[in-house]
């Protein structure tokens, strides 16, 4: 089993840059994928970066390409989303994520464990 614990959500201007971390407890296997999630009120949650945790092999959703960053410290069981030039319309709950196995990015029912979620609200 793992658990998944987010944090370093807040309230940010436009253009400003927060960086969450996703702690993991638990036996994270090499074959593990971990992915950042994003959702607003009346939306799907939709999946933004992420990452292989033996490669570091990384994807990206084409609204936040360029902008945010997905890394991993394997020592620290840690993941980490560093949101540069964020704009208004990346305010919603971030969840971090992971699957046992399967490919990068995709849609929420291939991931097996969630976090709680943490705000991240980018005012105008």
């Known amino acids: 089993q793992v658990q998944l614990t987010e944090s370093g959500g807040g309230l940010v201007q436009a253009g400003g840059s927060l960086r969450l971390s996703c702690a993991a407890s638990?036996?994270?296997?090499?074959?593990?994928?971990m992915g950042w999630f994003r959702q607003t009120p009346g939306k799907e949650r939709e999946c933004v970066a992420s990452?292989?945790?033996?490669?570091?092999?990384?994807a990206y959703a084409d609204s936040v390409k360029g902008r945010f960053t997905i890394s991993r410290d394997n020592a620290k069981n840690t993941v980490y989303l560093q949101m540069n030039s964020l704009k208004p319309e990346d305010t919603a709950v971030y969840y971090c994520?992971?699957?046992?196995?399967?490919?990068?990015?995709?849609?929420?029912?291939?991931?097996?464990?969630w976090g709680q979620g943490t705000q991240v609200t980018v005012s105008s």
């Open positions: 994520a992971a699957k046992r196995i399967g490919q990068l990015l995709g849609a929420m029912a291939t991931y097996d464990y």
């Open positions: 638990g036996r994270i296997f090499s074959s593990y994928v």
């Open positions: 990452i292989t945790w033996s490669a570091g092999r990384t």
